[in-house]
T-cell receptor
Framework: DQQVKQNSPSLSVQEGRISILNCDYTNSMFDYFLWYKKYPAEGPTFLISISSIKDKNEDGRFTVFLNKSAKHLSLHIVPSQPGDSAVYFCAASETGANNLFFGTGTRLTVIP | EPEVTQTPSHQVTQMGQEVILRCVPISNHLYFYWYRQILGQKVEFLVSFYNNEISEKSEIFDDQFSVERPDGSNFTLKIRSTKLEDSAMYFC???????????FGPGTRLTVL
């Protein structure tokens, strides 16, 4: 089951620079996408979401971009801070279904 | 800020034993979920629960698993006869509506020996 893929297991970025995390999906029925952040020994924490009727959603330092034709979304964090160091999961769902499909996660390290 | 809570944080059990994992969802939420994450793998959906019944379940959620809302606040996952491969982090989540954002608890680490 590889409906949601995060091909980069890790990413290192200097503090203050932009972090770009990528996610691809294969199921064209997905119409709602979320990013979660996870620290060790904690549950996933909701960050930001986007529905398929939009191509961009912004919340403070976090922006999610959706390219439906490419079945690709990305999370931009600007500027990156050391406290952003965590594992970031992309998740997707389709209308009428309750379950989320998760990617394998990308470990972001922000270097001070 | 309201949050989902889970107990215990870590449960160790012998193979074949029954375990009950507990969750207290956010109080005004109506939909409840269980997910699990086997070490090194992705978070996987197990089951969703609404209006006192299962609304969706994955193929992982076989007859060994059951869920219950025994009172107005708790939501439980029972594994009847644990297997070694049930060892995982189990996350509870809740949402106001089925299409709303799901908020996750901190997880219960289940270790089956």
């Amino acid at each position: 089951d590889q409906q949601v893929k995060q091909n980069s297991p890790s990413l290192s970025v200097q503090e203050g620079r932009i972090s770009i995390l990528n996610c691809d999906y294969t199921n064209s029925m997905f119409d709602y996408f979320l990013w979660y952040k996870k620290y060790p020994a904690e549950g996933p924490t909701f960050l930001i979401s986007i529905s398929s009727i939009k191509d961009k959603n912004e919340d403070g330092r976090f922006t999610v971009f959706l390219n439906k034709s490419a079945k690709h979304l990305s999370l931009h964090i600007v500027p990156s801070q050391p406290g952003d160091s965590a594992v970031y999961f992309c998740a997707a769902s389709e209308t009428g279904a309750n379950n989320l499909f998760f990617g394998t996660g990308t470990r972001l390290t922000v270097i001070p | 800020e309201p949050e989902v809570t889970q107990t215990p944080s870590h449960q160790v059990t012998q193979m074949g034993q029954e375990v009950i994992l507990r969750c207290v969802p956010i109080s005004n939420h109506l939909y409840f979920y269980w997910y699990r994450q086997i070490l090194g793998q992705k978070v996987e959906f197990l089951v969703s629960f609404y209006n006192n019944e299962i609304s969706e379940k994955s193929e992982i959620f076989d007859d060994q698993f059951s869920v219950e809302r025994p009172d107005g606040s708790n939501f439980t996952l029972k594994i009847r006869s644990t297997k070694l491969e049930d060892s995982a982090m189990y996350f509870c989540a809740s949402s106001r509506q089925g299409t709303d954002t799901q908020y996750f608890g901190p997880g219960t680490r289940l270790t089956v020996l």
